[in-house]
């Protein structure tokens, strides 16, 4: 083991499943050894010795842990994973009900709430209709079949219920989603109260509006689609988002456009009421400010991780920077200096020299090519339905990708509910200011102020995150006046 005391600690003390697979928490008073990532009571400081695996902790005396199964998990995968597995093996036209979803993982209908939560972020019936609606917009696209045939055919018992999920959950009719190619703008719906002034101060966070531009209720931005890179212009009106395209859309663009937007909007996840997780903390005044506040994502999971590896140990401005140069040694621009997100293929044309003459350090620069090597090739699994534990495992297994890159890839890529980016200097700035502290909180102190938001720390972030950019421009009108 290469990692300290207080570090293993302040990990197992958040349940951190990025350290699944780094170490063993032993448990000397109740004589079990679990997973840093177990929901078990934690022991007290004292009670615990850590381990480097399994048979040193059995070595011990200590057996397995019968919630985390630690045994299994480093038998080539862990429990719950297998289970998301087990659910995800059926077609979406044999996912029944609930308690039928619950027997195929093996576990009761309340386990399955905890574990789609803690892996895909869902609840069980929203996970039931994600699939339902995922098969018919496939085959809505694909196929002549009517909407009928698709709705039955996907799992749906009537017309009625298909039409008003598949509008949750893609914010368009299934005919107008039919429409989608060969056109060159649509409209979106809003769920009620959906916070678009709240959305497009994050969607403008990045000021020098490298792939994002805001302009009082209009966003444009520079997106790449399977037909090649071009401007997407949403213009927020009511409960409604119009999108006018550069140019029609092909039947790829249209779902991976789609995909994209519902990212980017932050409707890939239902709202979250802090109300009850904050009602006792200082947090309260935040949330109230934001009311029905979402976690906007990137445009793609590597777009986060890019966001990520040029963001370590700098400010966001100099991220900015950064990411500024990558898109212009790589692109042209699209219109307006405005560039489309750099992929992976485009990264690799670069060479580690290229990426230090651009401002990068050597060893960001190493990493930055290592993870667009992966995601090229496939071997970082971004499906929509890879569980988050292996999301965390995968890149904190890489060389120059630590807990904060992990973290926030967690939450702005792929939209994980429970990720904390420790160590990031804006949350512990607005956690200083809300809780009124004599100085920044360090990362264990972070750890625990932000504990009593779980399973939503995510959100809670993303809220203080907000609340850093208000104090930021307050700041900058003082210095004005």
Known sequence: MTLDRQ???SRML??????????????????????????????????????????????AGLRPCRRCCPDAFYGGGGVQETQIEAIHTLPAGELRDVPGLARVAGVSVRSLHSLLLEQLGCSPADYLNRRRVRQAQEELLSSDASAAQIAFGAGF?????????FRRLTGLSPSAFRALPDSTGFQLGLPPHYPAAAMLLDLGRDRLGTTGQVNGNTYRMG????SGAQVVELGFSGQQVKVNCQRPLSVADAPALHRILWRVLGLHAQPVKLGTFAAASPLRRVVEAAPGLRV???PTPFDALVWAVLGQQVTFTFACTLRQRLCQRLNTALDANLYAP??????????????????????RAETLLRVAQLTHSGELNFSPDTPFSRISRQLSALRGVG????????????GAPDAVPVGDTALATALQ???????????????DLMKPFAPHRSLATFHLWQHFARLQRASQQHSTV
């Open 223 to 226: 997106l790449n689609l399977p």
């Open 7 to 9: 570090t293993m600690l």
């Open 296 to 298: 906007p994502l990137s």
């Open 14 to 59: 958040a349940a951190d499943a990025a350290f699944d697979g780094r170490f063993i928490t032993g448990v000397m008073s109740t004589g079990i050894y679990c997973l840093p990532s177990c929901r078990a009571r934690k022991p007290r400081p004292e009670n615990v010795v850590f381990y480097a695996g399994p048979p040193e902790a059995r070595q």
């Open 403 to 414: 807990v904060w890159t992990t973290q926030y890839a967690l939450l702005r890529g792929f």
């Open 433 to 447: 200011d809300v809780f009124q502290l004599p100085h920044r909180p360090s990362a264990p102190e972070v750890t």
């Open 157 to 165: 018992q009537n017309l009625s219920t298909f039409g008003a999920q």
């Open 342 to 363: 750099p992929t992976p293929a485009q990264v690799l044309t670069l060479s580690a020299d290229d990426l230090t003459r651009l401002g990068l350090t050597r060893r």
